[in-house]
């Protein structure tokens, strides 16, 4: 009893919290300030990573942690910056809060796949840091905020992926939502390491998405900002390849975003479309005619040449 007592105190964790089954030292490893909390009146269940304290945790290799509490890495009160979160095997969890009151957050998927079953909120009051390598993978429910200069980074192969709503809609806010002037960065080793998942449209119907027809579909709000603040497109940047530039810059969002996986829908034409009124950007997707579609319209063309010839010669 003594021993476990002297653990309690070692990681902050209350007793209650610790009886929880979610928690398991062969899948999550905590150091440091770490706090499970069974009910919030802000965030419900959560895990605190950084509380009063410096903290981290990760998520051991070649291991599966599924838990119903919400993450917080790095939050109030104190500066002890920064806390650390760690994907090296699967995590499955509910909604990601980074970078709280004066305390900076750091998450880093490295080779890892980490499954946000609920709204990724990536610089709550102070930046935050995601970065995805190694071939990680990152997929969210919900809305990805970006705010306060927070950057995100994708290397080699590794994925970003927004699950649609199955009437086709990104999330509470849209696929990437600003919240404020100071924005955030994407740096993207190419286009296709952004995903979206929209395999489970091709069968729907109806979808507040539009218009909805086997040649066409419009993914609206892909990027959307906080429009009682004001927001703008241009404060959010996107560096792809090397290439940087500005979301309200449709020209370099077609030229060099293109490229974005949409699973369900690989073999139709992308392009960006953005409204300056309400400074949101849409993906609006084509069908690509068939190889066969191209010879059909080349017979017709030619065939009515023929047609308008012989008239011509007998006139």
């Given at each position: 009893m ?8 070692t ?5 209650l ?12 490893q905590l ?6 909390i069974?009910a919030d009146?802000k965030y ?5 990573i ?13 291991t599966t ?5 919400n ?5 109030c009160?104190?500066?002890y910056?920064p ?22 957050g ?17 610089g709550?009051?102070?930046?935050g ?6 071939n990680g993978?990152?997929s ?10 927070s ?6 192969t590794?994925?970003?992926t ?14 990437i939502?600003?919240?404020n002037d ?9 286009a296709s ?5 929209a395999?489970n449209l ?9 218009p ?14 906080e ?29 060099h ?8 829908f690989?073999?139709y ?11 949101t950007v ?8 068939e190889?066969?579609?191209?010879g059909?319209f ?9 047609c ?8």
């Amino acid at each position: 009893m003594n021993n476990l007592m002297t653990l309690l105190k070692t990681f902050t964790i209350p007793a209650l919290s610790f009886l929880i089954p979610v928690f398991t030292y062969a899948e999550i490893q905590l150091t440091g300030a770490c706090y499970y909390i069974e009910a919030d009146s802000k965030y419900g269940k959560v895990l605190k990573i950084g509380y009063k304290g410096s903290g981290s945790a990760t998520v051991q290799a070649n291991t599966t942690w599924n838990t119903e509490y919400n993450i917080l890495v790095g939050c109030c009160p104190d500066n002890y910056s920064p806390a650390i979160f760690k994907v090296l095997g699967t995590a499955n969890t509910k909604s990601v809060y980074v970078s709280g009151k004066i305390r900076d957050g750091e998450c880093y998927v490295e080779g890892g796949t980490w499954n946000c079953n609920g709204l990724f909120y990536l610089g709550q009051i102070t930046p935050g840091i995601l970065s995805i390598s190694n071939n990680g993978a990152v997929s969210i429910t919900d809305t990805f905020y970006m705010n306060y200069g927070s950057t995100l980074s994708i290397g080699d192969t590794s994925t970003l992926t927004f699950r649609l709503e199955s009437d086709g809609t990104f999330g509470t806010n849209g696929g990437i939502h600003v919240f404020n002037d100071l924005g955030g960065t994407f740096t993207l080793s190419a286009a296709s390491n952004l995903v979206i998942d929209a395999s489970n449209l091709a069968s729907t119907p109806t979808m507040r998405s539009r218009p909805t027809t086997e040649q066409s579909l419009i993914l609206e709000d892909f990027i959307t900002v906080e429009r009682k603040y004001a927001k703008t497109l241009s404060t959010l940047t996107f560096s792809v390849g090397g290439n940087t530039f500005k979301a309200d810059d449709e020209d370099a969002l077609n030229k060099h975003l293109s490229g974005i996986t949409v699973l369900g829908f690989e073999d139709y034409a992308k392009n960006f479309v953005i409204d300056t009124e309400n400074q949101t950007v849409a993906l609006h997707l084509s069908k690509i005619p068939e190889p066969s579609a191209f010879g059909l319209f080349a017979g017709t063309v030619a065939l009515g040449i023929v047609c308008v010839r012989r008239r011509r010669s007998r006139a």
